[in-house]
């Protein structure tokens, strides 16, 4: 479990090498590749500013806060496409032909959104 060398920077295909096989799911495990991958050019972009924390610190918590939330992300969309059937998506407009996918896509960006606003605003 080295994902990080001793200089504390990020060692990205250890990490993806560890979840490739996760879930029986291809797909899911190829998204959860795509996060890591993403996470880690996101944790690049870090002005290298004075701090009294290093570089490499702040890299790491910035990978760990990204990947944290992509993979909660992956992990709903999932389990919003399994439970499909449960949701009344009469009123969702979608671009294009609608599939689940963009159907799940859209839902969880709803959930999402609705977090930002005051609790009985949404309804």
């Not at 996101?42 to 918590?61: D, N, T």
């Not at 294009?96 to 959104?113: C, F, N, R, V, Y």
């Amino acid at each position: 479990m080295n994902y990080v060398d001793e200089d504390l920077r990020i060692l990205p295909e250890v990490i993806k090498n560890e979840v490739k096989n996760l879930t029986a799911s291809v797909t899911l495990n190829a998204d959860f590749v795509k996060t890591i991958d993403h996470c880690y050019q996101f944790s690049l972009c870090l002005p290298e500013e004075p701090s009294p924390m290093p570089i490499e610190v702040k890299r790491l918590l910035v990978f760990m806060k990204c990947e944290k939330k992509l993979r909660m992300a992956l992990c709903m969309k999932q389990h919003i496409l399994k439970n499909m059937d449960h949701f009344d998506v009469s009123e969702i407009q979608l671009e294009g032909s609608p599939d689940q996918e963009k159907m799940a896509e859209k839902i969880l960006h709803i959930l999402w959104g609705s977090e930002e606003r005051e609790d009985f605003e949404i309804y």
